[in-house]
């Protein structure tokens, strides 16, 4: 047991899938797993462990909403669990116009516009946060092999949802970022302190360049070429 975790030592496989949300905890592991079991239950963040179709050991963990609950999670999976590679699993904003809803962005790096950095001296200096290449480069080749729409570069793990500055965005999307969401950064750092691996991969559910809206089935279609994504990430790296 860990401070936010009630699994017991072994019970997570070497790689952790991580969605925000408990409910596509849960999905996940009911749509891509077999023989999966509840391991954590702490806070309603249900996690999951089980096997793919192959029998590669696989898990499912919530990080809930923001770099504060990703790091816990991950900190805890980690160094407390002895797992070697999370995959973030999310959805984001778009800030570019040749990205579509349903894309998937694939981060290679992430921003951030939170304190994390405080937590360290660094006086004035930055970490850049980096997606590990082996899990991104399988990444790239299971979307291309699929057909899949994917993007790949910098995301903004930001700490505010509802931004006070309305075009601070535009910003970011100047320099290159491609989307937005709140995690990315959180996993990556927690990764690099740990010594371990880290990937986020997220489809783009709304962008700040159009008004469009995804229904409910091209939602569930694009979440499903995402998890595809993932799962080859997961195979090629027990491999
Ligand atoms: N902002 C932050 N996080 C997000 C967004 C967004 O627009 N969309 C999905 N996750």
């Known amino acids: 047991m860990s401070i936010h975790i009630n699994a017991k030592p072994g019970d997570f496989a070497k790689v952790v899938l991580m969605p925000g949300d408990p409910r596509r905890a849960e999905w996940i592991a ?17 996690a999951y462990t089980g096997e793919l179709e192959d029998g590669t050991p696989v898990s499912v963990f919530p990080s809930g909403m923001g770099i504060p609950s990703i790091g816990i999670y991950a900190h805890e999976l980690y160094n407390e669990y002895g797992v070697e590679l999370i995959i973030r699993v999310g959805t984001c904003g778009a800030y570019q116009e040749g990205i579509d809803l349903k894309d998937i962005i694939i981060g290679q790096g992430a921003c951030c516009d939170t304190a994390i950095l405080n937590s360290y001296n660094f006086q004035n200096a930055t970490y850049s946060a980096i997606a590990d290449y082996d899990a991104l480069v399988s990444s790239v080749e299971a979307a291309k092999a699929r057909g899949y729409r994917y993007h790949v570069g910098n995301m903004l793990s930001s700490n505010v949802f509802y931004n006070g500055d309305p075009n601070i965005w535009k910003k970011w999307a100047a320099m290159g970022v491609k989307g937005v969401e709140m995690e990315a950064y959180g996993l990556y750092w927690a990764a690099a302190e740990a010594n371990k691996k880290a990937l986020a991969i997220c489809s783009v559910s709304d962008s700040f360049c159009f008004t469009k809206i995804l229904s409910q089935m091209e939602r569930q279609e694009s979440l499903n070429n995402m998890i595809e994504v993932a799962l080859q990430v997961v195979r090629d790296f027990n491999k």
């Open 30 to 46: 009911k749509t891509f797993f077999k023989n999966y079991r509840l391991v954590n239950d702490v806070r309603g963040m249900t």
